[in-house]
């Protein structure tokens, strides 16, 4: 469905923020992006929808070449390419309601939306999709009389509400304590499942990616050195990905933590391997 191959960035700082990156989502796949800080994560996340312009390379996403497209084509296909992001990017002053709306800003053009005139059956699917992500008791709150998880949740319903193909979620947890980042990853997850949307989430916590994501892709220095399940990331390759570490305490920490109720993981594949390449303990 979404086909990355060989992008790279560099930014005119001369920074290489990603070399030769080759990827395939198919539909429906939930991947986890997990690299070190400054391993190029975000700007992964913002050149599939070009919010940062990849230097060469081409992305896909179904029938259309993004790389490709005029700004005016681009943004219809931005549409169907919804964010998600670590600090929600939620209007304060508005409602609930009107933030999850303004998901439907690219389809409604500016007067109509400048007049908060949305169609009937977008405003009925809003309210369905509040109702789904726990939140139809509060649709008249402002924005900013919520709570981290709750905003988390708007931005959630925002995004879905754009019919998107894809969710590009951008360190969707990192504001929120323990419990409620694995709440709102079960729900990314689910919803994911219910409507066969894939996303690619940027986070940090390996704990998370391990336990909510289908598939696990590392970043280090701007190259992809893992791409498997999570049950195949060991913790030589986290100590490929990240440096050293003692990552059987960290992994036993983290086992500590989880609740009773935790989902299990996906059934361990044997084919887990590092990239192409790549030797344990060293990048190619
Ligand atoms: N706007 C920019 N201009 C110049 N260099 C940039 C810019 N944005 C990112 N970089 C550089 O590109 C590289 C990758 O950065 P990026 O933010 O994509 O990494 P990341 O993995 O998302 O990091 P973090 O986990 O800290 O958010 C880094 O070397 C960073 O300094």
């Not at 951008?170 to 689910?190: F, H, N, V």
Request: hydrophobic share 40%.
């Amino acid at each position: 469905m979404l086909t990355l191959s060989a992008v790279c960035k560099r930014y005119p700082t001369g920074d290489l923020a990603l070399t030769d990156i080759d990827l395939a989502l198919p539909r429906g796949q939930v991947m986890a992006l997990i690299g070190p800080s400054g391993a190029g994560k975000s700007t992964l996340i913002r050149c599939v929808n070009r919010l940062v312009e990849p230097t060469t390379g081409s992305i896909r996403l179904n029938d259309t070449e993004i790389t490709r497209l005029s700004s005016g084509k681009l943004r219809e296909a931005r549409r169907t390419m919804a964010m998600i992001f670590q600090e929600y990017a939620l209007v304060d002053r508005l409602t609930v309601m009107e933030n999850v709306l303004s998901g439907r800003l690219g389809y409604v053009g500016f007067w109509r939306s400048f007049l908060r005139r949305y169609p009937q059956e977008t405003v009925t699917e809003a309210f369905r999709l509040l109702e789904r992500v726990g939140l139809a008791h509060a649709l008249d709150k402002r924005a900013d009389a919520l709570s981290g998880g709750q905003r988390q949740r708007v931005g959630i319903a925002r995004a879905l509400l754009q019919s998107p193909k894809l969710l590009l979620v951008d360190e969707p947890t990192a504001s929120l304590d323990p419990k409620t980042s694995r709440q709102i990853m079960r729900l990314i997850r689910e919803l994911c499942a219910e409507r066969e949307l894939a996303a690619i989430i940027n986070i940090h916590d390996v704990a998370l990616a391990r336990q909510f994501a289908d598939r696990i892709v590392g970043l280090r220095a701007g190259e992809i050195v893992f791409d498997g399940k999570p049950g195949e990331l060991t913790s030589e390759i986290l100590t490929t990905i990240y440096g050293e570490e003692d990552w059987d305490t960290q992994a036993t920490e983290d086992e500590r933590y989880a609740p009773p109720s935790a989902q299990p993981l996906a059934p361990l594949a044997r084919t887990g391997q590092l990239a192409p390449g790549l030797t344990a303990g060293g990048i190619r």
